[in-house]
């Protein structure tokens, strides 16, 4: 697994304000899209390309395009919606599949409750979002869905992880093509699987506690 955590002050800026809960979800929203943005232009530095002959106004050059298959975008309900259109403005052309995920606030284990992705992911780059890589219990489910399609390699985007979820990813996906970036990497996780110090409950933050 190689793990990207980001070092740049526009994200740490824009994080602080997202942390802050005094932050109404109006203003969540856009500082998630972004976050998203920023961090997509990190996380789509591996993006298949293929080389296209083109002309200028003043001759032929070549230059590269965004190759076949499409690549997948595949955000985890309901929070990774909220990660979505920063991730689509850079990748336009990308094709989105969903995925449904709730963590039981006992057990802290995942169930996947919707799911709407092509059935054959041979040879397709994915991209999964999710704000937070807590435990990493529906990161790792997410994966596992994608490589049992076919997906030849993954790429995470979350906001905020824990050094606990880092650590699960990279055992359940050894020797498998994972990326993981992340806008920050936080202290721990505390007794309730919450990120410390985080920025709470990502859903409840982006869209209320429904
Ligand atoms: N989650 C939060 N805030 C936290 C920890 C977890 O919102 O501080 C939610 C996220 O919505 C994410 C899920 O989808 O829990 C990840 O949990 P886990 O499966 O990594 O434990």
Redesign the pocket.
Known sequence: MRLHVANHPLITHKLTVLRDKSTPSSVFRSLATELVTLLAYEATRDVRVEEVTIETPVTTTKGVMLSQPRPLVVP?L???LGMLDGMVTLLPSAEVGFLG?V?DEET?Q?ATYAERLPDDLTGRQCFVL????????????AIDFLFKRGATDVTCVCL?G?PE?VT?VEAATEGKSVTLVLGALDER??EH????P????????LYGTV
């Open positions: 985890i309901r929070a990774g995920m963590r802290l995942p999710d704000p937070m890589l807590a435990t990493g219990g529906s990161l790792i489910a905020l824990a979820g699960a996780l505390n699987g919450y990120i410390v985080g920025l709470g409950d990502a859903g409840d933050r």
